[in-house]
């Protein structure tokens, strides 16, 4: 009895701590001071009277609080490391919580990762030891545990996770597409010839083109459109120069995927509610002019991106265009795969080169774990059908206890600017990374990076993986044949690590070090031989122009097709709102050189 009362002593010390604050506790052996509730309650003045032997008495009386204090800290520790069944209590009741919240400023994606029937709650089998101590815990409040909860719970705890059962399900080597007479008629179609995809991964450059490109003799030209303004085209090769915006948009005109055709005017329909209403205009006007330079497969450096104003509009459409990219070369592969099946033995035909060195094709770099959060509700919502039937996510549950947030966790009466509040918003945590990969109608979290479609990751947690020079444990083979890169919200890793950027750019489409099970013969030409970085698209968006933002446009796009910059001078200054007016005076120093400058201040 003694035990089990000292073990329900334990627990009640740390049951009002949420799951942050417990493992802030165990690793630095204190509760954050962020999360410290100050009374506001004046306590009353109390007068001691110390006697003449106070001395000795006061130093007895430290060394026994201070003794006092370090068994109740090694209480908390004991009873984090010895209760593992606490965590997994906790860990059940934030799941409930998350569920409960919601997203404030996306209604349209909240209810994606709420399903009651989640596929993936199957997947984590996790063993808890069998003792009578964790019976009694467990006996005391059965009703907080669901079957399954537990082992969920204790997966989490894991410090990386990869989804190894669902393999095959999403494997492009061995999964195949019948095409119907319709859809062989739609790839034959003149329609189908002018899709913006096979015209940028069809062109076959020489040595001469790359040649051009490395030495950046680039010509360049200004062009203004409606709504982004002030637009500068450089490009090396004079066949892709100047485009024009689309007056009208027909989405069936768009080229998309079947599926988003359907899609997407629903998932948007949040944004086109708050335009004027028009017939038939799946777009914002901003939607509109960066779907159509996205579309031409040119890279776009857009540096008026900001989170109250215009963030998740475009968030919407760059995740349209990821996902359109994916489903079409992934709907290729698997053609291919049917046609390859259906060959006679012993015929040679090197017409199936769809594929690169490696399986994954996007980078989206976002800065915290809500951004991926969003992106990923975007993917969901995309991909479901203008019916309600919900798509197969594999580990949805797990994805939203690691990504989501619980507003408990929020410090009461903490008051910011409302621009803090939307950068800020949810989970903060910068060091993550997760594959995903979808196939048809389903979507698998947590994939292995070498079965993914699409990466999601922070600079900081693809550091950590790609590692630098003299580490034995290093990868980067993974990042070999990415097509499109995306970084969003490019002004926040200026307040991280920027060198953790330039990192990855050094390591983005090198030829890998291991062959990882790649068919060469149906390996393009151009990734072959290391030419990957001239036919990737990257799409860069931030708040504003900084130099260190626009080498990176500079020095690492090196797109064929050009690059597209908006470059609108800003009207209205920061320091015109200084209050107090400050004397501002100027001189002219004479010098004959920029050397000499520093000497003749």
């Not at 069936?252 to 995927?257: A, D, G, I, S, Y």
């Not at 994805?399 to 929020?410: L, V």
């Not at 626009?550 to 470059?567: D, E, M, P, T």
Request: glycine share 4%; charged share 30%; net charge negative.
């Amino acid at each position: 009895m003694g035990k089990r009362k000292a073990r329900q002593q334990r627990q009640q010390l740390i049951s009002n701590l949420s799951k942050k604050q417990k493992k802030h506790l165990k690793d630095f052996g204190e509760e954050h001071p962020f999360y410290d509730r100050v009374s506001t309650k004046e306590e009353p003045t109390q007068i001691c009277e110390l006697s003449d032997n106070s001395e000795p008495s006061g130093s007895e009386s430290d060394a026994e609080s201070d003794s006092e204090q370090v068994s109740v800290y090694h209480k908390l520790l004991a009873t984090l490391k010895a209760a593992p069944h606490s965590d997994s209590e906790e860990g059940d009741d934030d799941d409930d919580d998350d569920s409960e919240e919601g997203n404030a400023e996306d209604p349209i994606e909240t209810e994606k990762l709420q399903d009651e029937g989640e596929t993936g709650d199957e997947d984590s089998n996790g063993d808890i030891p069998d003792q009578e101590s964790d019976k009694e815990v467990a006996a005391q409040k059965p009703s907080q545990e669901e079957p399954g909860d537990a082992d969920i719970c204790c997966d989490l705890k894991d410090e990386e996770f990869t989804d190894e059962k669902h393999e095959s399900e999403f494997s492009l080597e061995t999964n195949f597409i019948e095409e119907t007479a319709d859809q062989k008629e739609s790839c034959c179609s003149a329609e189908a010839a002018k899709d913006p995809l096979k015209h940028h991964m069809d062109e076959e450059l020489n040595k001469k083109d790359v040649d051009k490109i490395l030495a950046r003799s680039k010509s360049t030209s200004q062009v203004k459109w409606p709504v982004l303004g002030q637009l500068v085209f450089s490009c090396t090769l004079e066949k892709f120069g100047v485009i024009k915006p689309d007056k009208e948009v027909n989405v069936k005109h768009l080229h998309l995927h079947r599926p988003l055709e359907i899609t997407w005017t629903k998932v948007n329909g949040l944004f086109l509610s708050k335009q004027p209403k028009s017939e038939d205009q799946p777009f914002t006007p901003l939607q509109k002019e960066l779907f159509c330079i996205m579309n031409s497969y040119k890279d776009l450096f857009y540096p008026e991106r900001t989170a109250l104003r215009n963030g998740e509009e475009i968030r919407h459409v760059y995740c349209l265009h990821a996902m359109n990219h994916i489903l079409k070369a992934n709907a290729q592969v698997l053609s291919n795969n049917a046609k390859r099946r259906d060959q006679k033995q012993g015929v040679e035909d090197d017409g199936f080169r769809d594929q690169g060195l490696t399986r994954p094709k996007v980078l989206i770099v976002v800065p915290f774990r809500e951004s991926a959060l969003r992106v990923v509700q975007v993917f969901i919502s995309l991909l479901e059908s203008a019916s309600k039937k919900k798509i197969d996510v594999s580990n949805k549950k797990r994805f939203k206890g690691e990504f989501g947030s619980d507003p408990e966790e929020k410090p009461p009466n903490l008051k910011r600017p409302e621009d803090y509040e939307a950068v800020f918003a949810g989970n903060v945590d910068d060091h993550f990374r997760i594959g995903v990969a979808v196939l048809q109608k389903s979507m698998r979290l947590y994939a292995p990076f070498y079965s993914s479609d699409v990466i999601i990751a922070s600079p900081l947690g693809l550091r950590t993986v790609i590692g630098a020079e003299g580490e034995k444990k290093r990868e980067y083979d993974f990042l070999s044949s990415i097509e499109m890169l995306i970084i969003d919200e490019a002004d926040i890793y200026l307040m991280q690590n920027w060198e953790h950027v330039m990192h990855l750019l050094a390591h983005i489409n090198l030829l890998p070090l291991e062959s990882h099970g790649v068919d060469f013969s149906r390996v393009r030409m151009f990734s072959l031989n290391n030419w990957s970085k001239y036919y990737r698209q990257t799409l860069l968006f931030g708040a504003l122009q900084d130099p260190q933002i626009n080498s990176i446009f500079n020095k690492h796009c090196l797109n064929y097709r050009g690059q597209v910059a908006v470059r609108n001078v800003p009207l209205v200054g920061s320091i015109s709102h200084v209050v107090v007016q400050l004397p501002h005076v100027f001189r002219k120093l004479e010098a004959e050189n920029s050397v000499s400058v520093i000497d003749a201040r």
